[in-house]
């Protein structure tokens, strides 16, 4: 009776946790694929409708915000950098990926940025999560004008200062390591005022030299 008991109540329990996985397993098939649908959709504003993108005037840039400088990412040849191997430059950080539309959206604004930014002390790092192979292998990075110099892969976790939830996500930093911008989402990279903003970023005196006493 006893024996028959137990086996009843290991049964049940194992019943259960069946049933919890499977739920489990539904819900996160549900959502991967709802957010998949939803990149894929028409649901994306056009970038040109995008307002002007918005930043801080140079003297409210100071957050005292550094994300870890030790963070490390390959380029798509396998080389290791870390962010601290960009201090002295204005960083344009950008989160992404290749299944992303908003991401691939925003891609030529990028590009357009970086042109409008040579001679420019800022450098752009444009970092995914993927397999170095599928983002050497994405189709806007086969052209030798192509931002695939820009582009780096990481399986390390970003710093907490940089985590994200969604992508596309930019950061900003000042040339001595400081959080100066973020957003999430996709936006026209090349407007005016990013440009001012980032030349100003780069070119100020003062940034500079706290840039070399860090």
């Known amino acids: 009776m006893l024996a028959g008991r137990r086996t009843f109540l290991v049964g049940l329990v194992t019943g259960v946790l069946a049933a919890v996985l499977a739920v489990a397993g539904l819900i996160l098939w549900d959502y991967h694929h709802f957010n998949r649908r939803v990149s894929q959709s028409e649901l994306w504003t056009p970038l040109n409708q995008f307002p002007e993108l918005r930043f801080p005037s140079m003297d409210q840039t100071a957050s005292g915000i550094r994300p870890d400088p030790n963070w490390a990412f390959k380029d798509l040849d396998g080389k290791e950098h870390r962010l601290s191997d960009f201090r002295g430059q204005a960083v344009f950080l950008d989160f992404w990926a290749t299944w992303c539309n908003g991401c691939v959206a925003e891609l030529p604004f990028i590009k357009h940025l970086e042109q409008e930014m040579n001679g420019s002390r800022v450098a752009f790092i444009l970092v995914s999560a993927e397999d170095a192979s599928k983002v050497r292998a994405f189709r806007p990075f086969a052209g030798s ?28 930093l000042s040339p001595t390591g400081e959080l100066v911008f973020r957003r999430v989402g996709e936006a026209r990279w090349d407007d005016k005022n990013c440009v001012e903003f980032l030349r100003q970023l780069a070119g ?11």
């Open 204 to 214: 100020t005196p003062e940034t500079r030299r706290a840039a070399a006493r860090h």
């Open 145 to 172: 004008a192509s931002l695939g110099h820009s582009v780096y892969v990481s399986s390390e976790k970003p710093p907490a200062e940089l985590a994200t939830y969604g992508i596309p996500t930019t950061y900003i």
